[in-house]
DNA sequence: TAATCATAATTGTCCTAGACAAAATAGTAT
DNA sequence: ATACTATTTTGTCTAGGACAATTATGATTA
């Protein structure tokens, strides 16, 4: 039995959002404490999970609202099969809950491969299982968060915080206030440091005022961002224009993440959603050969 | 001029609160796009950092709002002047912007040091500094968040995750979700770890649902949870009474952080606000010598 | 058939203004 | 000084309304 601002955070949805719904819907259905305060019991919370998850495969609430508790569940499964990850390896991994052998194998794994190739045939994977485990509800959250803990953890020891002098370019690359999702921006980070760029990868969320004067002061040539399907498209519009606007024309502005469109058009803004268009867009924007 | 959503973010006052101050206080007092939604100029946005500031130091918005924005900027200096910090390394640290620098110190002084010694004689001092610059406006939050970031990092590498099996006892430190402070829990795990304890440093914030399942399926001996500041003392309370709740009693909770009273008095809950009283905890909790 | 555009529906965030429990302060008695 | 009580103060909740921005739908044209 939690309050409205709990389930907020235990489910990602606006205190906003959550009212609109019960108003428009009729869900959630939560009882009343003595003081007429919302009180959601556990089953609605679950509920409220696979709700969320349907709207980030895409779906509208009105359809979503529009089935019932098991058509959602069943909708949820459909689409987990057709997604079945080939990698034995990347399954093994996403179900072994031991820290320990987690980091090990994953160790092993970057040793064997060299960064790139981790990168791109395990990270990856790794964190696809991960989320489709996660909207599966096969994985618990708890172990999602546990293994994409390790993996952040050893993926950020590959960032050569020595060679930022040397580089030619550095790039500064940050999530804002509000976006917590920083592991396909750290992948970004060292593909591009695999390119021969400096990559200054900043852990802690900025609030959006403070990400210009930090790009000067370090003297980067381009900031990236990346927005999560968490975050809310229209922010994301707003904060890259605000962005944008308060930043010199020098410093280019790279954007990625499920919640940037290619609509964004802007001078000196590039849009990159894909891992693999990162060498092609560090040769147009410093063509250094 | 930014809306309310994102003035609650940079300033991290919850977007009621920024409602019904200007409601009460006359303050905020933001000028009304076409829809009449509220926008904010940045003076305003400063001037609510400094009103922030002040209630973290222990103000109440009552006495905060009596005086003139003058007065408030005083009141912030007066409190940085007591707290000189005698230690011009770290000063030196908080000053240096680039980052090969700051890590390449700190590593530095970390050798030099020892880990334990280097918490006490670095890390906290560096951290107080950092605390003290943002509240004094010496330091940007820009700044302070690269060099904690930094040092983050440094630290984080000294968690030795391969011992975890041989320790006689294994901890879980992690924050709630929400909570983004997690330098003061990493080294409290830090310095359980010096005790001969496993620690398991969980970076991602939790829900409170998944924290229980988590400890198990670790088998922890006990699980601990940071509240800083910024965490409403109210919600710590109830996470705790939840937490204690629905864990086994034989997995001890451990709970530290500004937000946390000594008056949150349960079976089983031991709060932890000082780092010079981790090993006397840790005998009393695990009389493993 | 596919692409373009105007129209309609949907969605999430903002609005006002009132209520109240929990926390903090002040006041009183032990 | 300490404990206990009364009085502020504070932040979070409530309801129900409004509307811009996004998405879906249908009509029209190439």
Redesign the pocket.
């Known amino acids: 039995m939690i309050?409205?601002?709990q389930l907020s955070l235990e489910v990602s949805i606006?205190?906003?959002?959550l009212?609109?719904?019960e108003r428009?819907y009729g869900f959630p259905n939560p009882e009343r404490d003595?003081?007429?305060?919302?009180c959601y019991p556990d089953e609605q919370v679950e509920e409220l999970r696979v709700i969320k998850k349907l709207?980030l495969l895409g779906l509208?609430?009105?359809k979503i609202f529009a089935l019932s508790a098991l058509e959602r569940k069943d909708l949820l499964q459909q689409e987990q099969a057709d997604e079945g990850s080939d990698n034995v390896f990347v399954q093994q991994l996403a179900a072994e809950l031991n820290p320990t052998e987690i980091d090990h194998a994953l160790r092993r794994l970057l040793q064997q491969l060299g960064l790139e190739e981790f990168i791109h045939q395990a990270a990856v994977p790794l964190i696809h299982v991960l989320d489709h485990g996660w909207a599966n509800n096969s994985i618990s959250i708890a172990r999602e968060h546990l293994v994409s803990d390790r993996l952040e953890s050893l993926l950020k020891e590959q960032l050569k915080i020595g060679e930022l002098e040397t580089a030619l370019h550095r790039l500064l690359f940050l999530t804002l206030s509000g976006e917590r999702h920083k592991l396909g921006l750290l992948l970004s980070a060292l593909l591009f440091q695999q390119q021969g760029l400096g990559s200054i990868f900043l852990n802690e969320e900025l609030p959006l005022s403070e990400v210009p004067p930090l790009a000067e002061a370090l003297g980067v040539s381009a900031v990236a961002v990346s927005f999560s399907a968490h975050y809310?498209?229209?922010q994301a519009?707003k904060d890259l224009a605000s962005l944008r606007n308060s930043m010199t024309p020098e410093i280019k502005l790279i954007a990625g993440g499920y919640a940037v469109r290619k609509e964004f058009i802007m001078p000196n803004l590039f849009i990159c959603s894909e891992l693999e268009k990162i060498p092609s867009l560090c040769k147009k924007l410093f063509h250094d050969n």
Chains 1, 2 share one sequence.
Do not use: Y
Not at 14 to 17: F, K, R
């Open positions: 309050n409205i601002q606006g205190v906003d959002t009212r609109i719904w428009r003595s003081r007429g305060h919302r709207q509208q609430p009105n809310p498209t229209r519009k």
